[in-house]
T-cell receptor
């Protein structure tokens, strides 16, 4: 049973470009969560999604960031017009039902030049 | 605002030297407290869930305990492979599913 798969593992973008991070949850998991880990900071909640629905996006910056989890395919975290402050590790986690016992992927590390 | 503070930030121990990591929290209503382990360059790995004061959970050399204001992760006779960053997180009654994480304790076990 494959774990949570995130890609790309590393992504380099120049300021103003777009970043798309993908997350395939574990088989049978319909709940997906995105967290961000800034350098020297703890993990911060961004968004919680179920298939086709955003349940809680209270941690998402109001501008430039969006997330989706379509009926088919992976969850996508999209960052438009990236800035240097977006440089961070972005972790996706999944679960079979709403819970704090999450299965995390290995993260996507975004570097903005 | 829900808050989690972990101490110490970093801890170095000799192999076999037991110790404890602390997690202090303030939360409107605690639904659950979670411990995770994170290795460098990897995602967090779930260890324990604690729901109410007095509860204890054990796994190999690790034991987690919970009071009304803090949790401890006790590590007994650690081995070098226990070296990692240990993260504590809380889930509040009114916070839906989001976890609020502390900044972690970076544990190094020297052989």
């Amino acid at each position: 049973n494959a774990g949570v798969m995130q890609n790309p593992r590393h992504l380099v973008r120049r300021r103003g470009q777009e970043a798309r991070l993908r997350c395939s949850p574990m088989k049978g998991h319909s709940h997906v969560y995105w967290y961000r880990q800034l350098p020297e900071e703890g993990l911060k909640f961004m968004v919680y999604l179920q298939k086709e629905n955003i349940i809680d996006e209270s941690g998402m910056p109001k501008e430039r960031f969006s997330a989706e989890f379509p009926k088919e395919g992976p969850s996508i975290l999209r960052i438009q017009q990236v800035v240097r402050g977006d440089s961070a590790a972005y972790f996706c986690a999944s679960s079979p039902f709403p819970t704090g016992e999450l299965f995390f992927g290995e993260g996507s590390r975004l570097t903005v030049l | 605002e829900d808050q989690v503070t972990q101490s110490p930030e970093a801890l170095r121990l000799q192999e076999g030297e037991s110790s404890s990591l602390n997690c202090s929290y303030t939360v409107s209503g605690l639904r659950g407290l979670f411990w995770y382990r994170q290795d460098p360059g990897k995602g967090p790995e779930f260890l324990f869930t604690l729901y109410s004061a007095g509860e204890e959970k054990e796994k190999e050399r690790l034991k987690a305990t919970l009071t009304k204001k803090e949790s401890f992760l006790h590590i007994t006779a650690p081995k070098p492979e226990d070296s990692a960053t240990y993260l504590c997180a809380v889930q509040a009654d009114e916070g839906a599913q989001k976890l609020v994480f502390g900044q972690g304790t970076r544990l190094t076990i020297n052989p």
